[in-house]
Structure formats: C-alpha cells, structure tokens
C-alpha cells in the first residue's frame, strides 16, 4: 500500500552503510519515522541533502497507517526555500525552530493547524519580512499556544510578574524561582501582543537572548521530556556577531 503525505523534516540519522533515519512531521499522520534505503549510495535516485532541518517535502512511501518505520518510495520538494540558505542569520533561526520543534512534538497525533503553523513560520522566516532577531522568540510563543501551554497576556502595572508554572501574569511575586520580573515582564507581554503584521519591538541582544532563556524553560515546565536545548547558544552568538 502506497501512502502519500506532505511531512517537514525534523530530524535525520544514518543508518546502515548506505540508508537514513529519517523523523517528519506530517500533515495527515503527525509524527512518522520513515528509512530511506540507498540514499548514501553513489548516483542514488534519491539525494540526502533534500532532509535538511524543517525541508517541507512530498513523501510517498509503502506501508499502512499505522505502520511504525516506512520505508520512502519517492520524494520530492514540496516548497522551496530559497533566502535561508544563503543568510547566516536565518539559517541559525531555522536550526534553533527545527531542534525546538524536534523536542516538543511528541505524539504521533494529525494536527493540520499546527502542520499549517510552522509551515507557515518556514515561509515567513524565508520571506525576510520579518525581524530575524526577535522570531526565535516569536515563534516560540505562538508554537506554546498550538502545544496548549499559551501565555496569558494579562499584564499590568499592578500585575507585572509573569508566573511561568501558571502561564500568567500576578501581582505578587511567586514563591517559586519560576517566574520573569520587570522590566522583562513587560517585553514579554509586548511580544505577545505582536501582531504578525506589524512593525516588532525592538530590544537589545541581551534582553532578547534572557527572555529567550526563559522562554525555553517556559517550555521545559510544562514539557517533561523537552530536555536541554543547544542550537540557542549558537544561534546568539551568530546574531551578537552580525550585530557587531
């Protein structure tokens, strides 16, 4: 049985002499895990490079719904992304989106809003339309909100602490270590209010790099098996470079 779908890669591994591992966030079966025998061969019909982080790409392969491992018949480029590849700067933003995404997608569940999602965030990223520095951030919160864990925006002057267990905004400040004070409160409450649409705030590379930290634990509190993140670390130290 032939099964086609449209997946965006998250990760890839070698396997064997010649084949590949390959993981794919899919449109209409969520999280699959497919083997790509032959890729690493000499002349081989199917090329490896076209498993880059978060390629979107038509995929058939054999097997049935249910399957645990399939094996991939044919591939090809369902969009093409041009700008990233040859902007340091966006290609960092797509490492960091793709280890974010490879560590929060877990369940093998179809959710076409969230495929919709970072397909759409791809695009935008390519696009250039966009201020590089801040999406990292940006593309974190909007993805807590397709996961369930959405940030309240509720804040005020009286209600300036963002409490991070609850997801929301307090006028004391918790008796746990797990919460963002002021001034950063505040940041954060300004990029939750950002509309894709308009201009984005703008914020030195140091608040920008806290808030993503917190950010990130954000996630690991209310994601058990997030784990620790690594592509963030490059990802500010290509951005302080270009900054300069």
Do not use: W
């Not at 094996?71 to 700067?89: C, M, P, T, W, Y």
């Not at 560590?103 to 569940?109: A, D, H, L, T, V």
């Amino acid at each position: 049985m032939l099964i086609s779908t449209t997946g965006i890669v998250l990760y890839q591994a070698d396997y064997s002499e010649t084949s590949l591992i390959v993981k794919a966030f899919t449109e209409q079966f969520g999280l699959q895990s497919y083997i790509v025998k032959g890729v690493r061969k000499k002349g081989a019909k199917i090329k490896k490079n076209l498993f880059g982080p978060l390629s979107v790409l038509d995929i058939v392969s054999y097997g049935k719904e249910n399957a645990g491992l399939r094996l991939i018949k044919e591939v090809s480029i369902h969009r093409q992304f041009n700008v990233i590849a040859g902007d340091i700067a966006r290609s960092s933003v797509l490492l960091f989106m793709n280890e974010l995404l490879y560590r929060s997608i877990r369940g093998e569940m179809p959710d076409k809003k969230l495929f919709a999602f970072i397909s759409q965030s791809i695009e935008e990223l390519d696009s250039g339309s966009q201020q590089t520095a801040l999406y990292p951030i940006l593309f974190s919160l909007r993805l807590a909100g397709f996961l369930g864990f959405e940030p309240q925006n509720n804040f005020s002057e009286a209600e300036g602490f963002f409490d991070m267990q609850e997801g929301e905004f307090s006028s004391q400040c918790p008796d746990h270590p797990y919460y963002i004070a002021s001034p950063y409160s505040k940041y954060l409450s300004e990029l939750l209010s950002t509309d894709p649409e308009t201009p984005f705030p703008y914020f030195d590379h140091a608040s920008r790099m806290f808030l993503l930290e917190r950010v990130l634990e954000y996630f690991r509190l209310h994601l058990p098996a997030f784990g620790e993140m690594k592509s963030h670390h490059i990802l500010s130290t290509v951005l302080q470079d270009l900054e300069g």
